[in-house]
């Protein structure tokens, strides 16, 4: 299948065939229902369960699109990016199918565990100062060392088409119509890949992000019209501390329908939820939207909603509850 | 749907029976696999996730398949057994189903937890004594009184052919052929009603059950040729501390191939594993075959293995890692 790196807002067709091209690395998840979790809100829930995707998270669809776009010499020296997060796995993962070497900067404090799970994919991991800048030089120097490919997090419409399609299965999979989809907000890669999937493949539909009153970035940004940033990042959910970006913005401006705003405890809450009544480990950034439906439930009462569960890495031994 | 209690050994048609009656009353579980988990034992595993189950465990097959095939002036006394655990949920669930009352023996010391999700399904609980007496004194009170149904947890045709549909599914849904199928065994429902089902529908199969060496007394049982009991119960599946009953170790002595035995430190282990690597949770009593697997990894190289996944009601908030 030949492809190209996209270089604008992904169109309908830059999806499905994005969805196309990334089925070798990435699982259909399954979507799943909660009686008791319908009852406690009274809404119609369906969840998409990327914790149960490749590497754990939504994540590797984005870096799988990207990598699949690249020219055979492209792709040959390999894929850097900077996370010390699911896309650190998710680019190693990319990396390792395709038989390719796999650079990922991680700053010199990023836990050992997600060290440990990284260089399990066969990645290279390269130390950084646990600064942006350095950050920024350290990915720079590999970059031009290497001539690797750098996937950016969510800053790529490469990224953005891979993760919008996690909202095109939940589309095809779940009931006729959708009264609502929802997502997390970090850096925005997921939220604009869903506001992009309901706008082209869906009617009468709202889009709804969540985020961490702590981190309410993308809250900020949506209602002033220009990226705002956070001050400080006190928040559980440790995916959604990135602000938006140039690309996602633009999309999400254009296509998110409101951003939901929730505290810690309700996010706590709502990932107990799930773990007890769906028997299922999610991570805390994945618990936002859920928590969001709880906080808010007259928005909710009565109407199908979509939620994608993006992703179940979590150390079991270190949870708060 | 006419049908009459069990009250000798379920045949092949009993089996094909009970899964056709429980079927208003229980979910149809996914059978998942996990590549890390396979890489890990270098066996190609097939699980079923009777996590997933109504009321969060394969219990509700066995208290469906009695319940349904009661009289109608039978069910309308209702339902009562003695359980403190899952078999509990069960009988109260299917008793809320069926529209008739749920008398549920517990000792006084229950957790308040499970007193509390067993009221949740509707039923009524009756405490007694903590102790093998106590409670069958009470449970006689109940039945005398109320005229109720008592489901066995384990000790009933009914319930072990209910149990018998959960290996069937997974020998329908899973690979052609398997090698190995696992069950945990305490009372030894659902491992007699494994081991009926692998002996009707499948050919050249082995069936192993699996039990904590901290409470072995279906090892015992199994070598000796009489029923043994466990002087201490000091293991961590608390679901699997029950001694064998007549019915049942005589199917698991014609039937198991052979009884394998962990410590506690492989199910802690195999239970992580899963949590970590498959993104479910499970209680555990339930990681009792994969720690056999990871225990004596020489048996299972290279085969193809059925493991039924029994529950996942689990505290989160006391785990052990």
Chains 1, 2 share one sequence.
Request: proline content about 5%; hydrophobic content about 40%; charged content about 20%.
């Amino acid at each position: 299948m030949s492809a190209k790196l996209l270089t604008s807002v992904p169109t309908i067709e830059d999806i499905r065939a994005s969805h196309r091209l990334i089925q070798p690395l990435v699982h259909r998840t399954p979507v799943m229902t909660s009686e008791a979790i319908n009852k406690m809100t009274g809404a119609d829930i369906y969840f998409k369960c990327e914790n149960f995707q490749k590497i754990g998270a939504f994540k590797m669809r984005g870096a799988a699109n990207a990598a699949s776009r690249l020219s055979e010499e492209q792709l040959a020296k390999g894929l850097a990016t900077h996370s010390s997060g699911n896309h650190a796995q998710a680019v190693a993962r990319a990396a390792q199918v395709k038989g390719v070497p796999a650079y990922i900067v991680m700053p010199e404090n990023a836990p050992a565990v997600k060290v440990a799970a990284t260089r399990g994919y066969g990645a290279e991991v390269i130390f950084c100062e646990s600064t942006p800048e350095g950050r920024q030089a350290k990915l720079e120097e590999v970059v031009a060392e290497k001539g690797a490919y750098f996937i950016h997090p969510f800053d790529d419409y490469n990224v953005i088409a891979g993760q919008a399609t996690t909202a095109l299965e939940l589309l095809q999979d779940g009931p006729d119509h959708f009264h609502i989809l929802m997502a997390p907000v970090g850096g925005g890669g997921l939220a604009s890949g869903t506001a992009l999937t309901a706008h082209y493949f869906a009617k009468d539909i709202t889009v709804l992000a969540a985020e961490p009153f702590e981190v309410d970035d993308a809250y900020r940004s949506f209602h002033s019209g220009t990226i705002q940033r956070n001050e400080t990042t006190n928040t559980i959910a440790d995916g959604l501390r990135t602000p938006l970006s140039e690309k996602t913005f633009g999309i999400i401006r254009e296509h998110v329908t409101d951003i939901l705003r929730v505290d810690e405890e309700a996010i706590i809450h709502a990932m107990r939820q799930v773990w007890e009544r769906m028997k299922i480990i999610i991570e805390p950034s994945c618990a936002v939207p859920l928590a969001a439906v709880f906080s808010y439930p007259e928005q909710f009462k009565g109407k199908t909603v979509g939620i994608i569960l993006t992703g179940g890495n979590v150390d079991v031994g270190k949870l708060p509850f």
